[in-house]
């Protein structure tokens, strides 16, 4: 019988105020690099973005990864 597990994480990522692009995406790189060392794969990504936290603060995006791991 297969048993799939699952594992439910969430990253915040940091919008540059100037330029593109996120300012900590070696943070999901980590984050995703450590949940397959464990035998999990990435299953389903998604994001929901939120404005501005203050003056001179880009905008925020939170991902939620779905990992699974069949055994």
Known sequence: ???MEYVVLQVVLKEKLIGH???????L?????KQAAKGYRLH????A?????GF???D???A???FEKKD
């Not at 389903?44 to 994001?47: A, E, G, M, P, Q």
């Not at 973005?49 to 936290?53: A, I, P, Q």
């Open 21 to 27: 692009g996120s300012g900590n995406l070696t943070e």
């Open 29 to 33: 790189e980590n984050v995703i690099n």
């Open 64 to 66: 939620t990864l779905v």
């Open 49 to 53: 973005s939120s404005g501005s936290k």
């Open 1 to 3: 019988m297969l048993v």
């Open 44 to 47: 389903t990504i998604s994001t």
């Open 60 to 62: 925020r995006i939170q």
């Open 56 to 58: 001179l603060s880009g």
